[in-house]
C-alpha cells in the first residue's frame, strides 16, 4: 500500500507573469497608437474615451476568461455581456442613464452600430457627428482587439516557446486597428508617418527585449545580454527614425491618390427615389398659397429660404442628380454631424443665426439658407434624425423620412458674396463638372443666342438673357384670377410652347428652367434652385412663410466667388390683349350645353399623387444585410453541427456517470469511480497505461505537472479505491461519496491543465475502462492485486 507523495510546489494556477503583463502593456500602447487614426473623423480626441474604455473592457474579459479557464463560447458570451454593459458608460455616456447605465435607446445604438456603423461612417462627410450609432465604432473595434490580444497574451503565449513568429502573431491586432482608422478615414490621415514610426519603433523594441522564459544564465550573460540589447534598441531607433522619416517623404502617396473606402463606396441614399421639386411647383402656387408652412427667426430683407437644387434635366423634369450622375457640381447627400462640410466654391462674407419651425410644409427636403455650416436637429426624434443628409456642393439638405409638421430645428448658415457685374466682367465661369441636360428644345437655344446678342463675356450674356425674359414675359401662376392661362410642366413640350406663344407667360417653373436650359447652352454650368422669398420680413422678428412665397431661380458659379443667383421670372401680370380682331361669327340658335366638367391638364404632373405609404413603411422596415444573413447563416450552421453532436454525447456520457455512480453494492460504486476518473484522462488526451492504480497515478501526474497538494490527493484517490475494492467489508457510503467528489475534482483540474483545443475534443470522446466487466468479483480482485 503507497501513502500520498509530496512533490515540490508549481505556479498558482490563473496567475499572471510579470512578463505578461508588460507585453500587455505595450500590446494595449500599441492600439490607443492607433486608435489616434480617428481624430479626422470625430473631430477631435472625443473618441478617446470609446477607445480606452473598449480596450479596458476587453482586457478585462480577457483576463478573467484566463482567470477562469473559460472556454470559447462562454468567453464569446462574456465579451457581448461587457460589450453592452459597460458601452453606454464609454462610447454614449450623453444617452446613458446617469451618463453610466444602459437603456434601451443605448443597447440598440450599441447594435446598429456594431454591425452597420462600418458601412454608414464610408458615405458619412467628417467630421461625424451623427448618427448616434457611429460613435460606437472606436469602443467596438478597441473592445475586439482587446479581447483578441489578451487571450493570445495571457493564455496562448504563455504555454508556447516563444519565437519571433508568435510574437509577431499578437502584433495583428494592433496592426488591423492600425489599418482601419487609415482605410475607413479621410484623405488627410491624422499624422501617418509619426504614428507609424512609434508604431514600428515600439514594436521592434517589443520583440528585441522580450525576455525569454525558462532558460538559466548567469550574471555575465546577463550584463552581455543587457548591452546588445540597450546598442541593439537604439541601433533599431535610430534606423526606423531615418529609413521611415525618408521613406514617408518620398513613398507616402499623395492625399488625392490615396485609397480610402468612403471615396469608393456609393451612398446608399438615392434623392431620385423622390418626385422632382419643381414638379410639384403649382401645389404651392394654388392649393398651399394660403397656408403657414414655416415660422423663420433670424431673417434679414432680402433672404432666401433654400429648398432643393436640381442640376439634371431629361427632356421631361429637372431633377436632382442620382449617386451614378453625381458630379464635383452636384455632389452627394451625405450622412452629416451636427458640423456640416465645408462648401465648395463659397465665398462667405456674413452668417446669420436661423431658427425654424414647421407648421404646413411636409416633403423630404429640409429648407435651409445661405451656406449651412453648423445644424442642430435637436427638436427631432433620434430615428428621423438619423436618415438627415447632407449635400456640400448644394448647400441643400434632406430627412429621409420627411419633415413633418411640429419639427424645430436651429443652424448657423454663411452669406455667399454677390459682387456687383463690373466686378465680375473679366471673371470666367468656374470648371465645374455637371450632370448632363438632355433633349433640350432648338428653339431654346436659338432664342439664348439671340438674348445673349453682342455680348462677350459670361456675366455680360447670363444678364442680357435675364433681362430679356424679365423684360419680354408675363408672369401667370394658371390660377383662375390670373388673366391669362399658363400650364404647368416644364418639359421639353412646355418649353417650346413657352417660347411660340405669342407671348411669354408662365412663372417660376418655365423661366428658371429656360434660363439654366439657355446657360447650359453656353457651355455655363448651370443649376434651378427652388426655395422661398418672403415678401415681408422683419429683422428680428419671426418670419411667417406661405405657400405664395415659392420661388425658383438659377445658380451660375464664376471662379473665385461662388455659385451667382440669377432671376428671371417678371413681375409683370397684365397681359396685353391680341391686336389682331377674331372674325364675327354669325348668330347660332342657343342650345343647352352639357354641365361644365373641369379639365386640369396642367396638374397631371404635379397634383398627381401615388399611395406609396405600404412602399415606405416596407422600406423603412428593420432588415439585414445579405453579407450579415449570410454570416448569421454559416455561424448558426456551423453552432448546429457543434451542438447536436456535443447533445448527444454529453447524454451518454451522463448516462454512464448514472450508472456507475448508482451501482448496487459499494465496491462497485468504489470502481466506477475510478473507471469514470480513468475515462475523464482518456477523452482529455492523456496516455492512461495498464498498470495498477498507484502506476496509473504516477503517470498521470508527470503528465499533469501536478503540485503537492494535487499529488497527494491523486494518491489517496488510488489508496481509497483499493481500500474500497478489496476490503473484506464493504465500504461505508460516506466513503465512496467522498471518492466520487475528489475524482471530480481531480477531473476538473486535468482539464484546466491541458490546452482549449485538446478539452474541446473531448467534449466528443466517450471512453471505456479497458476492464473485464463480466468476469466474477473474485477473479478482478486477484488480478488487479
Partial sequence: MRTPRVQRSAAKPGAVSSQAWVDVAVVSGLILVSALGWMPVFDGPAHLLASVGGLAVGLGVAWCSHRLRL????????????????GSAFALAGDALWFVLPNLDTVRDLAVGAVFGWTDVVTLAAPVGAP??????????????????????????PTRYRTLWRCAVVLLMPLVAFVLPVVLGTREPFFPAAR??????AALVWLGWRRPEGKNISLSEKAGLRRARVVGTAAVALASVVIGGLAASILLPPAESRLVVRDEVQPPFDPEQFASPLSGYRIYTKTLNETDLLSVTGLIPGDRIRLAVMDTYDGHLWN?????????????????????????????????????????YSGPWLPTMGVPEVIDLDGLDRERSSGFRYNAATGSAVLIDGVTSKVEYSMRSGVQAVPGDESLVD???????????????????????????????????????????VTNGYLSHGRETDAASSRAGHGADRMEELFTRTQLIGDEEQYASAMALMARSFGYPARVVMGFAPKTIIEGSPTTVTGDDVTAWVEVPFEGVGWIPFFPTPDETEIPQEQNPKP?????????????SEKRPDDLLTDSEIDDKKDEDDENAFALPGWAIA??????????????????????????VKRRRLAGQPHARASGAWDEFLDRHSELGYEVPTRTRAGVIDALSEQRGTDAAATATLDRIAFDTDAAVFANGEAADETIDELWTHTDEQSRLSARAVSWWRRQLSRFRVSRARRARKRPKASRRKDER
Fill in 631 to 656: 454570416i448569421i447563416s454559416t455561424a448558426g450552421g456551423l453552432l448546429l453541427l457543434y451542438f447536436v453532436p456535443f447533445v448527444v454525447i454529453a447524454l451518454i456520457k451522463r448516462r454512464r
Fill in 320 to 360: 436632382v442628380a442620382g449617386p451614378e450622375l453625381s458630379t464635383d457640381g452636384s455632389g452627394l447627400y451625405e450622412l452629416s454631424g451636427s458640423t456640416l462640410p465645408r462648401a465648395p466654391l463659397a465665398d462667405i462674407v456674413d452668417q446669420r443665426n436661423i431658427s425654424i419651425d414647421v407648421g404646413g
Fill in 427 to 469: 471673371t470666367p465661369v468656374a470648371s465645374v463638372a455637371m450632370p448632363p441636360v438632355e433633349n433640350v428644345p432648338d428653339i431654346v437655344v436659338a432664342q439664348a443666342k439671340e438674348y445673349a446678342g453682342a455680348a462677350e463675356s459670361p456675366i455680360e450674356q447670363l444678364r442680357a438673357i435675364e433681362s430679356a425674359l
Fill in 584 to 596: 364675327q361669327s354669325e348668330p347660332q340658335p342657343q342650345v343647352r350645353q352639357p354641365p361644365r
Fill in 71 to 86: 472556454n470559447a463560447l462562454t468567453t464569446i458570451l462574456m465579451v457581448f455581456i461587457a460589450y453592452f454593459l459597460f
Fill in 132 to 157: 448616434p450609432h457611429l460613435a460606437v465604432l472606436p469602443y467596438v473595434l478597441s473592445c475586439v482587439m482587446g479581447a483578441l490580444s489578451g487571450i493570445l497574451l495571457l493564455r496562448w503565449l
Fill in 196 to 201: 507609424g514610426l512609434v508604431f514600428a519603433v
